[in-house]
């Protein structure tokens, strides 16, 4: 019998939109309570309540779906490891878990995890899912400070601690020897283990909530409510595949890798796309093989996953076009994903990978790109990717530790120029604004504009990048991870290329050095400034079709120069006027 018979279509949405709105409270309740500005600002964290098999049931809407959607990846390991520990679940558990080759995107990510019970008319426990939450540390005691940068990290054991499905709180009982080794092990460990305390305290409330939600329902209805609604999302998809073009779409980008090494650098990632009736298969072979001693490597599940679920679903599913869609795991069931064993997108333990998040971002792009040819009317243009880095240091004996997640910018898409100065794909994090930085920290921000005159030209152009600087105010250290220094964001439909990122390291005497994308950690003085210029979207469609109008707009913001328009518009401009007549010439000619 189909599922949508046994259960009433009124109490499947009813059901689903309590789940939606207990992950999106889950959510604010971490980012109100959480103390360092990467999970307060940044809103670098994820929450999701899934079934008691790890199934994903529903995620919060606010926060990053590199942090949201791996969580029932972290609940399957998690379920995994204990049985073959022989470990029960029990009523008043709290689990840490942040293995990158279970289920966690990588080492910082650590998630906590509630289980949730419903207890029966004859006082039966039955478990009936996990209510958690991710979030991004500062530090995970790794062998520099700060998480993120360890460029040259050998193996995973140097990227910090492991926790593998470890009970932070057994049956309710607070298990002091973990907590004591995370603050003896965690540099900034008041705000780390704040954080996790902050996650805890939400992922708890999340279960509260989903068990009253069961308690209000039954668990027999309640169940029913999850398959259909898991069985809705999954014909969505269905459908949307079914009306993409037969055939199979291939592209392929490449990532700057260790430009300093030409055996390690612009790496390639390779996508292609195959419609198969109402599936996808996502083949990455052609992906370049794994670096052993570079954590660039990106764990299947937990990252790529993400980014291709991200991608299919922002596509064929637009909420623009389609208006709401249910986030569920329902989504990914008519995908799948290969990617050969030991290559960038499926690295083998312990193959780094803590500097997993741009590559990853990367593969996205090279989705998007690969989905351009089936539906060139649902895509944007290559993006700018991001940069992360970050500062720490000492004040005394304690360290203080900062990330900052400097934007990128989207391509252009059709009817619509690329966004400005924001973090991309599976990212969407939030930037820290300049007045938390300095309340709290050693540092000044002496510039935060759009970087002018570098979109890529088209009929819709892509996105600016963002200049910032930041000026250390006492001797510091700091480590860099990013990508798109030495490759363009693509344009499509004859539309330009966006422009590459840079990053210059300004010392107190005047002099600078122009830095790569990823930079081991390395000691800057007090007066030491960053300059960050942000890469720009690659431009959708051919820039002469532009509306000069909008050419003029740009010109008259300042965001492009006269010569600008009119080498790629074919746009003249004369004081700050159009000339109607000669840009008709120009562009007839």
């Known amino acids: 019998m189909n599922r949508m018979t046994e259960i009433d279509p009124v109490t499947v949405s009813v059901v689903q939109g309590a789940l939606e709105t207990i992950a999106v409270e889950v959510g604010y309740k971490l980012m109100r309570m959480a103390y360092s500005s990467i999970i307060r600002e940044s809103e670098d964290f994820g929450a999701a309540l899934t079934d008691e098999t790890g199934q994903g049931l529903a995620e919060s809407a606010q926060s990053t779906p590199l942090q949201s959607g791996p969580i029932p990846g972290y609940v399957k390991s998690v379920l995994a490891v204990l049985a073959k520990r022989g470990e029960a679940i029990r009523p008043g558990d709290v689990i840490m878990h942040n293995d990158p080759y279970g289920g966690a995107s990588h080492g910082p990510d650590v998630a906590f995890l509630v289980p949730v019970f419903h207890v029966d008319h004859d006082g039966a426990e039955h478990l009936i899912g996990f209510s958690g939450t991710t979030a991004h540390h500062l530090d995970i005691g790794a062998q520099t400070p700060g998480s993120c940068g360890i460029v040259e990290a050998v193996d995973a054991y140097a990227e910090g601690l492991q926790f593998k499905a470890i009970k932070v709180y057994d049956q309710g009982c607070r298990n002091d020897a973990v907590w004591q080794m995370l603050r003896d092990n965690l540099r900034a460990s008041d705000l780390v283990v704040g ?8 992922s708890r409330i999340g279960a509260e909530r989903m068990a009253a939600l069961v308690a209000r329902h039954g668990l027999a209805r309640f169940r029913a409510a999850c398959a259909a609604m898991l069985d809705q999302a999954e014909r969505l998809m269905r459908r949307a595949i079914a009306a993409l073009p037969e055939g199979s779409f291939r592209a392929e980008t490449r990532i700057d890798g260790y430009l300093d090494d030409p ?53 064929l599913l637009d909420t623009a076009v389609h208006g709401h869609v249910p986030v569920n795991e329902g989504l990914t069931r008519p995908i799948r994903i290969l990617a050969p064993k030991g290559c960038l997108a499926n690295p083998v333990f312990p193959a780094p990978t803590i500097a997993r998040f741009c590559p990853g971002n990367q593969l996205a792009d090279t989705v998007m790109k690969a989905l351009a040819q089936a539906v060139p009317g649902q895509v944007s243009a290559g993006i700018g990717n991001l940069k992360v880095i970050a500062f720490s240091g000492l004040q005394g004996e304690s360290h203080w530790v900062h990330m900052e997640i400097f934007e990128g910018a989207y391509g252009g898409r059709p009817g619509q120029d690329g966004m400005d100065a924001v973090d991309t794909l599976y990212a969407n994090t939030r930037n820290n604004p300049v007045e938390d930085i300095e309340t709290h920290l050693p540092l000044r921000v002496l510039r935060y504009e759009l970087r002018e005159d ?65 930079v081991p950690h390395r000691a800057v003085r007090a007066g030491d400034s960053f300059i960050c210029h942000g890469p720009a979207g690659g431009g959708y469609g051919d820039p002469k079709r532009r509306d000069p109008a909008r050419v003029l707009e740009d010109v008259l913001d300042g965001l492009i120069t006269p010569a600008t328009a009119r080498r790629d518009y074919g746009v003249v401009i004369s004081d700050g006027v159009l000339d109607a007549a000669a840009t008709a010439a120009l562009r007839a000619n």
Not at 265 to 291: H, I, R, S, W, Y
Not at 298 to 306: A, I
């Open 263 to 315: 055996a390690r650098a612009n790496l390639p990632l390779v996508v292609t796309v195959t419609k198969q009736g109402e599936e996808l298969l996502v083949d990455l072979t052609g992906t370049a093989p794994q670096l052993p001693d570079r954590p660039i490597n990106m764990p299947l599940r937990g990252t790529v996953d993400v980014a291709v679920w991200l991608t299919v679903r922002s596509v």
């Open 195 to 202: 954080d996790m305390e902050a996650q805890v305290a939400a």
């Open 454 to 518: 570098e979109a890529g030209a088209g009929e819709w152009r892509g996105g600016l990048g963002s200049v910032r600087e930041f000026r250390f105010l006492t001797d510091a250290g700091t480590s860099v991870e990013g990508e798109g220094h030495a490759h363009r964001p693509w344009g499509f439909l004859g539309g330009l290329p966006g422009a590459t990122a840079t990053l210059v390291l300004k010392r107190a005497d005047g002099t600078a050095e122009s830095l790569p994308s990823k």
